[in-house]
């Protein structure tokens, strides 16, 4: 499908033990050819969204949820990989209208609460602060606490999504990735696909970040999932 269709491709992924997984890509044009992406996850528990969002494109992204079968009700959780605006900014609103949960690390709170992109880094200058959180910051009505905070381990699989949560910090203090048993991991924006697969290009803490990037590596990974560009097998990473 050609990249002019901004919601350019659904993937099915189907198992032997369990009720076929449906992830539906939704990818928007944040900046010239910068993409962004949220995925809309449909599972036996009923479907799960992992990041939102700019607000600028919630009425495109909403309608596209809705033409993928998500109406009021239908959502359960609204899953952030981290607190930056391009990833949270709607899920105030989504969780008001379809009535999910937000779920996400606790060390990113305070980005949400006070729409401060900073507050989960440590490495910025006082005029880099002031410019992005003008620029990108998160505007009052947006801001919320969320319903659940999830730590390295926790498991959505009680509630239908065979997935666990791996707190993998370095892009901020509070990332998280998610690994489904199928083996598809969201890793929001600790890697990205702009131009070959690879470590997202904004990171804060450099160390930890190429930790997590080694942790990820020893685990059973077919298909990332990132914030930004297309998905691409894990192998496509390792070589």
Same mark, same amino acid.
């Given at each position: 499908?050609?990249?002019?269709?901004?919601?350019?491709? &659904? =993937?099915? #992924?189907?198992? !032997?033990?369990?009720?076929?997984?449906?992830? /539906?890509?939704? @990818?928007?044009?944040?900046?010239?050819?910068?993409?962004?992406?949220?995925?809309?996850?449909?599972?036996?528990?009923?479907?799960?969204?992992?990041?939102?969002?700019?607000?600028?494109?919630?009425?495109?992204?909403?309608?596209?949820?809705?033409?993928?079968?998500?109406?009021?009700?239908?959502?359960?959780?609204?899953?952030?990989?981290?607190?930056?605006?391009?990833?949270?900014?709607?899920?105030?609103?989504?969780?008001?209208?379809?009535?999910?949960?937000?779920?996400?690390?606790?060390? &990113? =709170?305070? #980005?949400?609460? !006070?729409?401060?992109?900073?507050?989960?880094? /440590?490495?910025? @200058?006082?005029?880099?602060?002031?410019?992005?959180?003008?620029?990108?910051?998160?505007?009052?009505?947006?801001?919320?606490?969320?319903?659940?905070?999830?730590?390295?381990?926790?498991?959505?699989?009680?509630?239908?999504?065979?997935?666990?949560?791996?707190?993998?910090?370095?892009?901020?203090?509070?990332?998280?990735?998610?690994?489904?048993?199928?083996?598809?991991?969201?890793?929001?924006?600790?890697?990205?696909?702009?131009?070959?697969?690879?470590?997202?290009?904004?990171?804060?803490?450099?160390?930890?970040?190429?930790?997590?990037?080694?942790?990820?590596?020893?685990?059973?990974?077919?298909?990332?999932?990132?914030?930004?560009?297309?998905?691409?097998?894990?192998?496509?990473?390792?070589?």
């Amino acid at each position: 499908m050609s990249m002019k269709n901004i919601f350019y491709y &659904d =993937i099915l #992924m189907k198992t !032997k033990e369990r009720v076929p997984m449906e992830i /539906k890509i939704i @990818s928007y044009r944040m900046i010239l050819n910068h993409f962004v992406n949220c995925y809309l996850i449909n599972t036996e528990g009923g479907y799960f969204l992992i990041d939102t969002g700019m607000s600028n494109r919630r009425l495109q992204i909403q309608k596209d949820m809705e033409d993928a079968g998500c109406h009021q009700g239908d959502l359960k959780f609204i899953i952030l990989t981290h607190g930056d605006v391009d990833h949270s900014g709607n899920a105030a609103y989504f969780r008001k209208q379809f009535g999910a949960k937000i779920a996400m690390h606790m060390a &990113d =709170i305070g #980005m949400v609460e !006070k729409g401060d992109m900073f507050a989960s880094r /440590k490495h910025a @200058s006082s005029i880099i602060k002031t410019l992005s959180n003008r620029f990108f910051g998160m505007n009052k009505p947006d801001r919320f606490t969320p319903d659940l905070t999830i730590e390295d381990g926790y498991d959505f699989t009680p509630y239908g999504f065979n997935a666990k949560v791996l707190h993998l910090p370095g892009h901020t203090r509070g990332s998280i990735e998610i690994l489904t048993a199928e083996g598809n991991l969201f890793c929001g924006d600790m890697l990205g696909n702009i131009t070959k697969p690879a470590r997202f290009s904004l990171i804060d803490e450099p160390a930890e970040a190429q930790n997590s990037i080694e942790r990820i590596k020893a685990l059973d990974i077919k298909m990332v999932y990132p914030g930004h560009g297309k998905p691409f097998p894990m192998s496509a990473l390792l070589t």
